[in-house]
């Protein structure tokens, strides 16, 4: 088990990739399908983006964040399907494919860890107004860049002995006094590469304008929304709970001194230009020295992702209902596991191993250890979905210092992957022309680095 649990690449594309076509609108009346875009020698045309926008507005609403005004929120959207199309294109060039079969058990599984059968799902999504086959592609669209961002960054990352022992020099010395996890949101404005003087002055100043909008009362979530060039921007920013090795250095540094709810001064890194908010923070569990006795759980879970299928609420009372068949002896945890959980570890019955402090993710470790052997949780909430916990059993055994080094190696790896990709991307942008057809936005046509706001 690594520091996170791993989740199928499947399980998770439900949740993101569901375009809201209803019925009704596939019978209205359309004048010609107008071109928003072209990336490279692709069109990205207008009913394209606005099923997008659609999309973004739904999953605005369900996490009770105003969206942006519509113009700006469709340039947001637009500026996202180039970056898609722009990996799509590079994966095609590159003779990356996901074939028909490959799809088909995707689909298969995504169906399957809904507890419903292909033909189930299909009827379902065509219920909630969702176009099956438009859901298909937009699955294969997500396995494609996950196998492109595997080839083009997660292999390529290298971890040194020497960037460990400074890492864990750094857990033991000074650094290790301040054992918060942060939760904290950003908004980026990006820089091309190469960015000129002009360029740069001008993303500064809209930071800055974005930061006294911010001082002034305005709603972070919105902001990042409308404005950030971040993968999280759809989610106000958020970055979910991190321990400080899990951020750049200065982001740690810019939100010290920071109470919940305040925001950093505008900061200036190789991507571009960031504001931070520190939406709260709380303490975090000691690091272990290796020969210190660490207590370690045996436990197992049973996870359910909420997805187009399966709302968060539903998920909560599935586990209900599991949890009191469970307690009733109506149920056995291990073959509930396999039949309900979306986990990895669903196969063995939701068995996660023995669990070391640090392995999962803070929501779950501490309803973890909240737990007595063979006690079940309620059901818990994690960025990974909800979960049922049981603890089997603990014992107390001693960090080995090649223990501490695999968790170091991890966590680097992990801080570097998402630097990386980051950057990859903004690299990736840079080299795609785009030309914007839009009358809208008054842009004639322009090579890499162009921005239509």
Do not use: C
């Not at 919105?222 to 321990?243: I, V, Y």
């Amino acid at each position: 088990m690594t520091s996170r649990f791993v989740l199928r690449l499947v399980a998770a594309l439900s949740a993101a990739v569901v375009i809201p076509f209803t019925a009704a609108q596939a019978a209205a009346p359309v004048e010609i399908d107008r071109i928003a875009a072209v990336v490279n020698s692709e069109a990205i045309t207008e009913r394209e983006l606005q099923q997008q926008v659609l999309l973004v507005q739904r999953q605005l609403r369900e996490q009770n964040i105003e969206a942006p005004p519509p113009d700006v929120l469709e340039r947001q959207v637009l500026e996202r399907m180039i970056v898609d199309r722009a990996q799509m294109q590079l994966a095609r060039d590159s003779g990356l494919r996901i074939d028909d079969a490959q799809l088909e058990r995707a689909i298969a599984t995504i169906a399957s860890e809904n507890s419903l059968s292909v033909a189930q799902l299909r009827d379902r999504l065509r219920r909630q107004g969702i176009d099956f086959d438009q859901f298909r592609e937009e699955v294969r669209g997500q396995m494609v860049r996950q196998r492109l961002r595997e080839r083009e960054i997660d292999s390529k990352v290298q971890i040194s002995d020497a960037d460990v022992d400074a890492f864990l020099a750094a857990q033991t010395g000074a650094e290790a006094s301040d054992r918060s996890e942060l939760h904290i949101a950003q908004i980026l404005l990006r820089l091309p590469e190469g960015a000129s003087a002009e360029q740069i002055e001008r993303q500064r100043l809209r930071a800055e304008e974005i930061e006294r909008q911010l001082r002034a009362g305005a709603d972070f979530g919105r902001l990042a929304a409308a404005f950030s060039d971040a993968p999280e921007a759809m989610s106000g920013g958020s970055l979910g709970w991190r321990t400080p090795d899990r951020l750049p250095q200065m982001f740690v540094d810019a939100v010290k001194s920071l109470k919940p709810g305040g925001f950093s001064p505008v900061l200036r890194s190789p991507a571009g230009f960031h504001v931070l908010e520190l939406v709260e923070r709380r303490n975090a569990s000691m690091p272990v020295a290796a020969g210190q006795p660490v207590v370690q759980t045996h436990a197992r879970h049973i996870l359910i992702r909420p997805n187009e299928v399966v709302s968060e609420d539903e998920a909560v009372r599935r586990l209900r209902e599991i949890k009191q068949r469970i307690e009733a002896g109506a149920g056995d945890f291990a073959e509930l596991a396999r039949q309900y959980s979306m986990d990895g570890s669903a196969g063995r019955g939701g068995d996660l191993g023995w669990v070391y402090p640090g392995d999962t993710v803070p929501e779950f470790e501490r309803a973890m250890n909240a737990l007595s052997p063979g006690q079940l949780s309620d059901p818990v909430r994690t960025p990974f979905g909800v979960h049922l916990i049981q603890v089997v059993e603990r014992r107390t055994n001693e960090s080995s210092p090649d223990r501490l080094r695999q968790q170091a190696r991890q966590a680097l790896r992990e801080r570097r992957i998402e630097e990386n990709y980051e950057d990859w991307l903004r690299q990736l942008r840079d080299r795609t022309y785009v030309e914007y057809k839009l009358d809208r936005y008054a842009m004639a046509a322009q090579p890499s680095g162009a921005d239509p706001r």
